[in-house]
């Protein structure tokens, strides 16, 4: 098993910043990549950004310029630095660890950028 543990979500202005933080625990060995997803209401959950054990590192077009992900490894824990935010990025999000089969997911940090 391993937990999740997210936090660092708001209401921020539009142009504003924030830094989200996913704290992993329990059965972390083996997870090949960490990375955080966004569901707006009424749509679907979506890939913000992720991050492998490696290091290497991908981003939806929508944030890339705007967004960075990074981990601290000896804390196990992933970051997701979003500046320049837009009414469009407010939206539950989610931080996902994949340990191949199993996925496992934070319960999730609300993010609400006002226009």
């Known amino acids: 098993q391993v937990q999740l543990v997210e936090s660092g979500g708001g209401l921020v202005q539009a142009g504003g910043s924030l830094r989200l933080s996913c704290a992993a625990s329990g059965s972390i060995f083996y997870i090949n990549r960490m990375g955080w997803y966004r569901q707006a209401p009424g749509k679907q959950r979506e890939l913000v950004a992720s991050i492998t054990s490696g290091g290497r590192t991908n981003y939806a077009d929508s944030v890339k310029g705007r967004f960075t992900i990074s981990r601290d490894n000896a804390k196990n824990t992933v970051f997701l630095q979003m500046n320049s935010l837009k009414p469009e990025d407010t939206a539950v999000y989610y931080c996902?660890?994949?340990?191949?089969?199993?996925?496992?997911w934070g319960q999730g940090t609300q993010v609400t950028v006002s226009s």
């Open positions: 996902n660890a994949d340990r191949s089969p199993i996925s496992y």
